[in-house]
């Protein structure tokens, strides 16, 4: 593998940064990139961006010798030219997707003003000690790891940066931390684990394999099942969408039988267990609980696994109600819970021929399938 820098080494063919570039030449939202280089790198740039089709303006700008400095020089290029927002990110970062910029930018609709996807520090932590023995292990308890692209109002991230210049402050390692330094606050989102950075050469090897395609998908399916009995009332809710009905189903949450199937589902694709080890129904707390909280619980576990949702498929059995009606909101539910497309969500429904306790009307069940991706495995 070439050596120089990382973001000029080339992973599927091409270099790290051309791959970064393509994805936010590909996000419909994008309007101007700015890109900060080494000046001894005009060359390597230059061959890097040729041939990128593009209707958007992508220009470089000298860097600085710090990764600080060289972030300043980008957003000098932002002054005064009517850009309101900007997102700060790594070049080698070469899988950020589309999914994760919409998120950043949804942020800021709502009204933040500085914005920072994070993952939950999965690994146990160690503190050294001399003689580079473990001195601790440190509470991993609401720590997470920052990754970028990090997002901010164009005007606030500007001035910070001209002001830690003034100051003599160089040392921040993120801009996030800049923000910080002048007390805004920074929301924090939910980032993407396969959104890596490109460190070490082991880093752009495995990049380069997944590229290529020269590895296996890891994609497990898990199934669930879950039954209720109907009782006396007024309705029944069933995969989120509350159905009026002579009937309710009895449990100690709301009973949704379709989202506790699809818990379950989603548990069994990284071996969790189930969804009474998660919710106990001994444990007063979920009493009349939404099981959304139960199926949003499951996929963080398999997200935190390394886990990517990709196809949700429940199926009622039920004499009643009809579940047609129904089935367009129930399959929106499901994508806003999983945050996942609606095309990957499918409800069906089917009846038991007045066969058994469902066929009698006694109860309703459901069977889930999920599939997930989890990342990669080599042949």
């Given at each position: 593998m070439a050596?120089g820098p990382?973001?000029?080494?080339?992973?599927g063919?091409?270099p790290?940064?051309?791959?970064?570039?393509?994805?936010?030449?590909d996000?419909?939202n994008?309007?101007?990139?700015?890109?900060?280089?080494?000046?001894d790198?005009?060359?390597?740039?230059?061959?890097?961006g040729?041939?990128l089709?593009?209707?958007i303006?992508?220009?470089?700008?000298i860097?600085?010798?710090?990764?600080?400095?060289?972030v300043?020089?980008g957003l000098?290029?932002?002054?005064g030219s009517g850009?309101?927002?900007?997102?700060i990110h790594?070049?080698v970062r070469p899988f950020v997707?589309q999914?994760l910029l919409d998120?950043?930018r949804?942020?800021?609709?709502?009204?933040?003003r500085?914005v920072?996807?994070?993952t939950?520090v999965?690994?146990?932590?160690?503190?050294?000690?001399?003689?580079?023995?473990?001195?601790?292990?440190?509470?991993?308890a609401?720590?997470?790891?920052?990754?970028t692209p990090?997002s901010?109002?164009l005007d606030?991230i500007?001035?910070?940066?001209r002001?830690?210049?003034?100051?003599g402050q160089g040392?921040?390692?993120?801009?996030a931390?800049?923000?910080e330094w002048q007390?805004v606050?920074?929301k924090?989102?939910?980032?993407?684990?396969?959104?890596?950075?490109?460190t070490?050469?082991?880093?752009i090897e495995l990049?380069?394999?997944?590229?290529?395609g020269d590895m296996?998908?890891d994609i497990?399916t898990?199934?669930g099942?879950?039954?209720?009995q109907l009782?006396e009332?007024?309705?029944v809710?069933l995969c989120?969408v509350?159905i009026?009905?002579s009937?309710?189903l009895?449990g100690h949450?709301?009973?949704?039988?379709?989202?506790?199937a699809?818990t379950d589902a989603?548990?069994?694709t990284c071996?969790?267990?189930?969804?009474g080890?998660h919710?106990p129904?001994?444990?007063?707390?979920w009493?009349g609980?939404?099981s959304r909280?139960?199926?949003q619980?499951?996929?963080?576990?398999v997200r935190?696994?390394?886990?990517?949702v990709?196809?949700?498929?429940?199926?009622i059995?039920?004499e009643?109600?009809?579940?047609?009606?129904?089935?367009?909101?129930?399959r929106?539910m499901?994508?806003?819970?999983?945050?996942?497309?609606?095309?990957?969500c499918?409800?069906?429904?089917?009846?038991n021929?007045t066969?058994?306790?469902?066929g009698?009307?006694?109860?309703?069940?459901?069977?889930a399938t999920?599939?997930v991706?989890?990342?990669?495995v080599?042949?």
């Amino acid at each position: 593998m070439a050596e120089g820098p990382k973001q000029y080494r080339p992973i599927g063919g091409e270099p790290v940064l051309r791959h970064t570039l393509r994805r936010f030449l590909d996000w419909p939202n994008t309007a101007r990139i700015v890109v900060a280089i080494h000046q001894d790198d005009a060359d390597l740039y230059t061959a890097c961006g040729t041939g990128l089709a593009a209707d958007i303006a992508v220009e470089a700008v000298i860097g600085g010798a710090t990764r600080q400095a060289s972030v300043l020089a980008g957003l000098e290029a932002f002054a005064g030219s009517g850009v309101t927002h900007v997102m700060i990110h790594d070049a080698v970062r070469p899988f950020v997707s589309q999914r994760l910029l919409d998120a950043v930018r949804a942020a800021h609709i709502e009204g933040e003003r500085a914005v920072l996807p994070v993952t939950a520090v999965a690994d146990t932590l160690k503190q050294a000690a001399p003689g580079h023995y473990s001195g601790g292990t440190v509470p991993r308890a609401g720590l997470y790891a920052a990754q970028t692209p990090q997002s901010f109002e164009l005007d606030m991230i500007l001035a910070g940066h001209r002001a830690a210049a003034a100051a003599g402050q160089g040392e921040f390692t993120d801009d996030a931390a800049i923000a910080e330094w002048q007390e805004v606050p920074v929301k924090l989102i939910e980032g993407d684990r396969d959104n890596i950075k490109l460190t070490i050469r082991r880093d752009i090897e495995l990049a380069d394999e997944r590229m290529r395609g020269d590895m296996l998908a890891d994609i497990r399916t898990g199934n669930g099942y879950d039954v209720h009995q109907l009782v006396e009332g007024d309705g029944v809710t069933l995969c989120g969408v509350v159905i009026p009905h002579s009937q309710r189903l009895k449990g100690h949450s709301d009973a949704d039988v379709a989202l506790h199937a699809l818990t379950d589902a989603l548990l069994a694709t990284c071996g969790a267990g189930d969804i009474g080890d998660h919710f106990p129904p001994s444990d007063p707390q979920w009493r009349g609980a939404a099981s959304r909280i139960f199926l949003q619980h499951a996929a963080r576990i398999v997200r935190d696994h390394g886990g990517t949702v990709m196809n949700a498929d429940v199926t009622i059995i039920a004499e009643a109600p009809k579940i047609g009606p129904h089935r367009e909101s129930m399959r929106k539910m499901l994508a806003e819970m999983l945050e996942i497309d609606l095309e990957r969500c499918s409800v069906k429904a089917t009846t038991n021929e007045t066969i058994g306790f469902v066929g009698r009307g006694e109860g309703i069940a459901a069977i889930a399938t999920a599939t997930v991706a989890y990342g990669k495995v080599t042949k």
